[in-house]
């Protein structure tokens, strides 16, 4: 069956950076756009960032425009989302996600097929 895996997630100070990384396997990879979602505790899951299959778009949140990066390599069934200049409100868990839907459907998670287990961003001082 298809499957993500997310890793790199850890605890950093405000103001540092992390690079977190999305695995696909068993699945057409180069097919799917894969998105960012991140949540934190008591709250919705809420989209981060998402990359066309082609690498033609790349779509942010607001909140994380000019910090955050994505990136990926479909001869790597790899997405990375670089995360710089951390805020507290950075902190949650974050998942990638993977559809046939536009990069326009970040804004509803629930739309997105396949999702990995998460991985834990904690910015603290």
């Known amino acids: 069956q298809a499957q993500l895996a997310e890793s790199g997630g850890g605890l950093v100070q405000p103001g540092g950076s992390l690079r977190l990384s999305c695995v696909a396997s068993?699945?057409?990879?180069?097919?799917?756009?894969i998105a960012w979602f991140r949540q934190a505790p008591g709250k919705e899951r809420e989209g981060v960032s998402c990359i066309s299959a082609d690498e033609v778009t790349a779509q942010y949140a607001d909140s994380v425009k000019d910090r955050f990066t994505i990136t990926r390599d479909n001869a790597k069934n790899t997405v990375w989302l670089q995360l710089n200049s951390l805020k507290p409100e950075d902190t949650g868990v974050y998942y990638c996600?993977?559809?046939?839907?536009?990069?326009?459907?970040?804004?509803?998670?629930?739309?997105?097929?396949?999702w990995g287990q998460g991985t834990q961003v904690n910015v603290s001082s």
């Open positions: 996600a993977g559809d046939t839907f536009p990069c326009s459907y970040l804004r509803e998670p629930y739309h997105w097929r396949y």
């Open positions: 068993e699945f057409t990879f180069e097919y799917y756009q």
